[in-house]
DNA sequence: GTCTATAGACCGATAGAC
DNA sequence: GTCTATCGGTCTATAGAC
């Protein structure tokens, strides 16, 4: 844990600092580590406006005082997760096979997209709260983040409908809402709770049902 | 305005009761609708969460305590709307060609349930909230229109799928989520905001994604 | 002994309920 | 129009690290 936390540190920080400050920093990464986490679960559990915080400092241990000691407000803990979220897209998007087919990248973004949300570990906001919308607008580090993954994706969306495996008559943007949009769908939670299938068949029924329709 | 709500009423309500008692039962129906018609708006607008009693009774123009006595509670208003946009679909399923290809006879009711989101008409209920749907699992005029709607839809999708216009793979009560999904798909707001497509065009995008998937 | 971070009481606002 | 509960956010006394 301490080399693992001392290297995303930095080397920079790691030399220059004295072993206490070190230390220090790591046990507040951690924390942060976990609140954002517990955040991540929550959201994902009740959403936002269901969330409160005093439910995050009971889930992560610590008082609601020391919560805001590193996050100002309840919408830079969604935030906080949300940013997290992107990240671990990041790194799927990163892990994909570059020489695949771009409608299978699509396809296995989206597979990754509903095992999070059946796993219960996607967070989900409302997109009607405007605060909210506000304070995320003004976050840089989740723009980025958005930014850069829909880059990502939008260029796989360019070269499917080039290809000629994604409809061309479709605007791109379009189909990028989509994908994004199954990170939310319903239908996963209310297939799930029906008990006829498991996780796999329900993934594998939703592809199907984006990519080739209800008709097929 | 008399004449229309006496005679929606009916005739035996009509003729059977005193012009007091009727005038008065009138007035409360008419308060009535006019209550679960703004709760509908704002159900749209804003959702349950951040609807508030306080906006509705605003919205109508009487005191919230005349909101209780028709309806005991938020959740009690909530259903309201949903048994009114349920009353809706059956009118809507009711209008529809008898002798039309079944495949079609579910777009329509696709279409006419984005076009219902895109008019801010769709009240949207959070899936978390546990309180508001214990209340709506317990109301009967809400689960028998439910039942109903379903019951109908899903003997289209049944023969639909008999007659090969939708893909027999699928189980039926995943189509049938799949088309109720439409009615809150976050698509539909995110295309209208980018301003770039008129209501129609994006009611037709949706159709064939949905339909026709996004291979095509 | 000093100083920081914590725990938990506390506050104002607002919502639902009657 | 009032009452109570709850939520987001703050304040203070204190425990523990150095």
Known sequence: MASSLSSRL???NA???PVKVSFK???LQAREDAIVEAVNRLLAEKGFDLMTVDEVAAEVGIAKASLYKHFPSKEDLAAAAMVRVLARAKVLL???PANARPIDQLKAVVRWMMRLQLAGEMPSLPSQNSSLRANLMANRAY???LLQVSDHIGGW?????ADGSLNPALPPILVLYTVYSRACDPVLEFMQSSGQHTDEEIVEFVVTTCFDGLRH
């Open 10 to 12: 930095g080397a920079n």
């Open 15 to 17: 030399i220059a600092a």
């Open 25 to 27: 920093a790591q046990m």
């Open 94 to 96: 990163a892990s994909l």
């Open 143 to 145: 723009l980025d983040g």
């Open 157 to 161: 969306i360019e070269a499917a409908q």
